[in-house]
Nanobody
Framework: QVQLVESGGGLVQAGGSLRLSCAAS????????MGWFRQTPGKEREFVSA????????YYADFVKGRFTISRDNAKNTVYLQMNNLRPEDTAVYYC???????????????????WGQGTQVTVSS
């Protein structure tokens, strides 16, 4: 069993920054790729970024490239999402998630992930 708890969301002005954290409990955190997704009311959950189990490989949705950075600290069982130059359209609930598999490429599909946190709200004002 894995539990994921996000934190770090809040209200920020456009152009500002936030750093989200996702603390994982359970065994073998460092064996799995991890991802960040976001969702707004009435829309499907969308992929934001993913990181390999080692932290060496990362992948970003086009709309966050150059602004967001994903990282992880396996000693702390934590994944981070540094968000810079935030825009009003980044407003959403952000979720971290664990990849179902222990290997393979980084994935963007919601169905590729089996554990999810409760989400943290990010609101960017214009």
């Amino acid at each position: 069993q894995v539990q994921l708890v996000e934190s770090g969301g809040g209200l920020v002005q456009a152009g500002g920054s936030l750093r989200l954290s996702c603390a994982a409990s359970g065994r073998n955190f460092s064996d799995y790729h991890m991802g960040w997704f976001r969702q707004t009311p009435g829309k499907e959950r969308e992929f934001v970024s993913a990181i390999s189990w080692s932290g060496r490989n990362t992948y970003y949705a086009d709309f966050v490239k150059g602004r967001f950075t994903i990282s992880r600290d396996n000693a702390k069982n934590t994944v981070y999402l540094q968000m810079n130059n935030l825009r009003p359209e980044d407003t959403a609930v952000y979720y971290c998630s664990k990849d179902r598999s222990r290997s393979g490429s980084l994935k963007t599909a919601v169905t590729a992930y089996d554990y999810w946190g409760q989400g943290t709200q990010v609101t960017v004002s214009s």
